[in-house]
């Protein structure tokens, strides 16, 4: 991990059990979300997520305290990668007020190879009624979206690219490559999910946003996950 300033480590046996903290400070609060753990609570499941596991975090086991932690963003519950709440609600206001310049790139191993290796897809994007999304030409009915990529490796049948999330829609990256006949391995919903990766092939690799108190540029960097290396051999 790569970061422009010092940050303080909690203690190993205080960090919340499954989910890395990469910084912490008294207003921020940066961690590596696993494959599988939901970010925030659904109406099912309302434990097994980041945020309930943070806010138990920095309550310290103690329910009556005042203290917790606030949604900035969100990853898909597929996606592993960074993840950034805030320790307050003017840290939170400052952080989503910012949002658009805040640099957010991800890797992904999908199908195949492309035939532009570097470029960038836009469309609007919708979504229906059984929570699928996908691309429209209505814009009355669709946001635009911007994914910018880049091919890093080729092997297997599969390639690595690096990918600069400009918007973030829901399943943004995901609706995108699978419309380009190019699936996030590992995608069962909008992919084949043949079996090569038992998780999807999704990780939010860097961030970089100004701290909101201190205004210094903060830059965290998780590097390629085992699994993807393991994967393209």
Request: glycine content about 6%; some cysteine; aromatic content about 6%.
């Amino acid at each position: 991990m790569n970061q422009s300033n010092k940050s303080t480590r909690p203690a190993r046996k205080h960090q919340p059990r499954g989910l890395p903290i990469l910084h912490e400070d008294k207003d921020i609060i940066v961690v590596e979300k696993p494959a599988g753990l939901l970010t925030i609570g659904t109406e099912r499941d309302k434990s097994r997520t980041a945020h309930y596991l943070l806010n138990d975090y920095v309550r310290k086991g103690n329910p009556k305290s005042r203290n917790r932690v606030y949604v900035v963003h969100r990853l898909d519950q597929d996606t592993s990668g960074i993840l950034l709440f805030a320790k307050s609600e003017q840290a939170k206001k400052f952080l989503q007020e910012h949002w658009s310049e805040t640099d957010k790139h991800y890797l992904a191993i999908v199908h195949g190879k492309l035939n532009s290796k570097e470029g960038k897809i836009s469309t609007c994007l919708a979504e229906n009624a059984a929570q699928r999304v996908y691309s429209t030409s209505d814009s009355t009915k669709g946001k635009l979206s911007h994914t910018a990529y880049k091919v890093l490796k080729e092997s297997k049948g599969l390639s690595l690219l690096e990918i600069q999330l400009l918007t973030g829609r829901k399943h943004q990256i995901r609706v995108h490559f699978a419309e380009l006949d190019h699936p996030i391995v590992g995608d069962r919903k909008y992919g084949t999910g043949d079996g090569r990766s038992k998780r999807l092939a999704l990780h939010a690799k860097s961030i970089s946003f100004i701290h909101p108190f201190n205004k210094r540029p903060m830059v965290f960097d998780t590097g390629m996950p085992e699994d993807f290396a393991r994967l393209l051999g």
